[in-house]
C-alpha cells in the first residue's frame, strides 16, 4: 500500500515542481557522476547546462564539498576566462575550459572528494549537478616477514606466524593469507587459534599502509607448510587486482618420535673411499647422538659419522642412539650395515722381467681375490688378449717383446681394479726391420739414415761409410741414426748398417739417391721426335709424360705439314715447274733426296735415290 501510494505522490510533486521552474524559469546541469582516475595522473570533470530563457549573465563555478561545507574552487562566466580560486586545496592544479570543464591536474589522493558544478543565470535560477572523483594508486608489493622466534608445536595458544606489510596503495587495499595455496578464512577474534591483527596508517601523502600478523597453533603437520600474503587492490574500471609477497616456512620445534640412519655414499663404496653415514629423527631441533661400532663409541659431530679412506675392516654394523627430553619414552635408536668392497694386488707368474730366446713358448698367469665377482684381463698396450689369468704365447718374436699388463676388475663396483705388469725381453740374432734409404737433392749434401733392429743381448751397430751416429729405444726395438755427406762413393753404392750381438750379425745397405725432379733440364727430344733420356730414371714419371707429349706434338706437326703440301699441289699452286726442275738438276745436290712433281700429272711422283744427274739438259 505504501509504495502504491508513493509512486502517484511522487509524480504530483514532480509536476508541480516543473510548473514552478516553468514559471520562474529554468536551469538543467548535468556532470558525470563519477570520474576515476590514477593518482598522478590528470582529471577532467565535464559540466554543461541548459538555460530557459537564455540570459547573457550565466556563472559557472565548481565546488568541492569538504565536511558539509561548500568551498569554491574555480569559475567563469559567460564570454570570460576562467580562474581558479586562491587559499583552497585545489589551488595552482586546478583550470576551467570555455566548455566548463574542470581540469585537476596531478590529480592526488585527497582529490577523492564530491565536485559540484553550479550554473547561475540570472533569473532563471540557479542549479547544480555532483560529480564523484574517485582516486586510485596501486601499493607495493607486500612484503612478508617470519617470525625471529622457534614456534614449539607443543604450546597451546596460538603463536606468531609472520607480519605482512604493503604500503602506498589507495583506496584502501585488503590482506589476504595463503597457507599451501589456500587462503585463510580472515579472522579477527583473537581467541581462535587462528587470527589475524590488522592495522591501517593513512600516509602524509594520503595513501595507505596495512599491516597484518597472522597468529596461529601449527602442528608437527605444519613443518613444511608454506605461507603467503596478497594484497587486493583496486583500479579503475571495477578491476580487482592483486599482488602477492614472497613465501615463508615456519622454524617449527616438535618431538621426535623415531630415528634413522643411512649411508650418504651414492655408489657402492671401495677400499680408499671415503663414507659419510648420517643419523636424524622425525623431530626438531635434532637431538645429540652418540655413534657405535661393535660396542665401541665412535666421534661424530651433528649426526654425520665421516670415515676416511676405509679399508675393508671397516665393514660392519655401525649404531646410533639419541635421547630427545621432549619425548623421553621414545626409543631413538637405528643403524646401517656398512660393506668395503676390495680387490687384492695381482699376482704376477712369472714377474718381473721376463727373458724369453726367440721361438720359445711364454705363458704367463695372473691370480687375485676380491670382495665380488672380478675379471682378469692380460693386455698389451689397448689390446686385449686373454680374458683369463692365462696368456700363452707359442712361438715368441721379436714384435712381440714388450710390456704386458694383468688387469683385474670387479664389475659390480665402478673402479674397483688393480693391476700388475710384466716385462718381456726377447733374446736372439740381431735382425734389422726393413731398411730406409735417403734423398739428397744433390751430391754432396747431408743425409740422414736410420736403421732399426730386434735382439737381445744389447745391440752393437756400425756404418759403412761412418758419420755421426745417435742410438734410442723404440718399444722393444732398438734404433740407430747415421748422418753423412752424399759422396759419390754413397750414391752409388749406399750406406751399410751392421748390427750384431753374441748370437750373430745381421746386415743391410740403406741406398741414397737423388730426389726426382719433374723439370730437370737434363731431358732432351731430338728434332725426329724420338725422346733421348741421360739416364734411366728418367723414364719414371713426370718425365715419361713429359716426353709422350713432346713426341705426339711433333708427329702432329709433321702430318700438319705434309697436308698443306698435298693441298697445295691439288691447286696448282706448288712452284715444282720445269724451271725449278733445271735448278734441282744443275749439280748442287749429290746423293739426296729430290721430289719432283709434273705439271697435270697430279697423281704420279717420282722419286730419285742416289743418282747424280746428267751434265747437261
Not at 435 to 442: I, Q, Y
Amino acid at each position: 500500500m505504501d509504495g502504491m501510494t508513493f509512486g502517484p505522490t511522487s509524480l504530483l510533486c514532480t509536476l508541480l515542481l516543473c510548473a514552478l521552474q516553468a514559471c520562474r524559469g529554468a536551469v538543467m546541469v548535468k556532470t558525470t557522476p563519477t570520474v576515476e582516475v590514477i593518482m598522478g595522473e590528470s582529471a577532467n570533470l565535464p559540466c554543461s547546462y541548459t538555460v530557459s530563457p537564455t540570459t547573457k549573465t550565466t556563472v559557472v563555478e565548481w565546488y568541492i564539498e569538504d565536511q558539509g561545507t561548500r568551498k569554491r574552487v574555480a569559475f567563469r562566466s559567460q564570454g570570460n576566462e576562467g580562474k581558479g580560486d586562491e587559499g583552497t586545496p585545489l589551488s595552482g592544479r586546478v583550470t576551467i575550459g570555455e566548455d566548463f570543464t574542470l581540469t585537476i591536474s596531478p590529480v592526488q589522493p585527497s582529490d577523492e572528494v564530491s565536485f559540484i558544478c553550479q550554473v547561475t543565470a540570472g533569473s532563471a535560477g540557479v542549479s547544480d549537478s555532483t560529480t564523484m572523483l574517485k582516486v586510485f594508486y596501486a601499493p607495493e608489493k607486500p612484503e612478508l616477514r617470519s617470525s625471529s622466534q622457534a614456534i614449539s608445536a607443543l604450546l597451546k595458544g596460538s603463536s606468531e606466524i609472520g607480519t605482512c606489510v604493503t604500503m602506498n596503495g589507495h583506496p584502501q587495499p585488503r590482506i589476504i593469507w595463503y597457507k599451501d595455496d589456500q587462503p585463510l578464512p580472515e579472522v579477527k577474534n583473537r581467541t581462535e587459534l587462528t587470527y589475524m591483527i590488522s592495522s591501517l596508517v593513512k600516509e602524509a601523502s594520503g595513501l595507505y599502509t596495512i599491516k597484518s600478523i597472522l597468529h596461529m597453533r601449527p602442528t608437527k603437520a605444519d613443518k613444511d607448510s608454506v605461507f603467503q600474503c596478497t594484497v587486493e587492490y583496486s583500479m579503475p574500471g571495477g578491476q580487482i587486482k592483486k599482488k602477492k609477497s614472497d613465501t615463508i616456512t615456519i622454524n617449527l620445534n616438535y618431538p621426535s618420535e623415531k630415528a634413522s640412519m643411512s649411508l650418504l655414499n651414492t655408489t657402492p663404496v671401495k677400499e680408499g673411499d671415503n663414507v659419510t653415514m648420517k643419523c636424524e629423527t622425525d623431530g626438531n631441533p635434532q637431538p645429540e647422538f652418540e655413534f657405535m661400532k661393535d660396542g665401541s663409541s665412535i666421534t661424530g659431530q651433528g649426526g654425520l659419522l665421516t670415515l676416511t679412506s676405509v679399508k675393508r675392516t671397516a665393514s660392519g654394523v655401525y649404531q646410533c642412539h639419541a635421547i630427545d627430553f621432549d619425548n623421553l619414552d621414545a626409543d631413538l635408536s637405528a643403524e646401517v650395515t656398512l660393506s668395503v668392497n676390495y680387490i687384492d694386488p695381482i699376482s704376477v707368474t712369472p714377474a718381473g722381467t721376463v727373458v724369453v730366446q726367440l721361438g720359445d713358448m711364454v705363458e704367463l698367469q695372473c691370480k687375485t681375490k676380491a670382495s665380488d665377482t672380478y675379471t682378469l684381463q692380460w693386455k698389451k698396450d689397448s689390446e686385449v688378449l686373454s680374458q683369463t689369468g692365462v696368456l700363452s704365447i707359442p712361438h715368441i718374436s721379436y714384435d712381440k717383446g714388450g710390456d704386458y699388463m694383468c688387469v683385474g676388475a670387479v664389475p659390480s663396483v665402478p673402479g674397483l681394479t688393480a693391476s700388475e705388469s710384466v716385462t718381456i725381453t726377447v733374446k736372439g740374432k740381431p735382425m734389422i726391420e726393413g731398411p730406409t734409404g735417403g734423398e739428397v737433392s744433390k751430391e754432396g749434401d747431408s743425409v740422414t739414415l736410420k736403421c732399426s733392429a730386434y735382439g737381445y743381448p744389447p745391440l752393437q751397430f756400425s756404418f759403412t761409410p761412418s758419420g755421426k751416429e745417435s742410438v734410442s729405444v723404440e718399444g722393444n726395438k732398438v734404433v740407430s741414426v747415421v748422418t753423412l755427406p752424399a759422396t759419390a762413393a754413397v750414391m752409388k753404392d749406399g750406406v751399410t748398417c751392421e748390427v750384431s750381438n753374441e748370437y750373430g750379425s745381421d746386415r743391410k745397405n740403406l741406398p741414397v739417391a737423388l730426389k726426382k725432379s719433374a723439370g730437370n733440364s737434363s731431358d732432351r727430344v731430338l728434332l725426329s721426335g724420338n725422346p733421348a733420356l741421360t739416364s734411366a730414371d728418367k723414364q719414371q714419371g713426370g718425365s715419361s709424360e713429359v716426353v709422350i707429349a713432346v713426341v705426339v706434338c711433333v708427329l702432329l706437326l709433321l702430318l700438319l705439314v705434309v697436308a698443306i703440301i698435298y693441298f697445295l699441289s691439288k691447286k696448282n699452286k706448288l712452284p715444282c715447274g720445269k724451271t725449278v726442275k733445271k735448278e734441282i738438276t744443275r749439280g748442287e745436290v749429290n746423293n739426296d733426296t729430290v721430289v719432283e712433281m709434273k705439271k697435270g700429272k697430279s697423281h704420279e711422283e717420282t722419286v730419285l735415290l742416289n743418282k747424280k744427274p746428267p751434265t747437261e739438259q
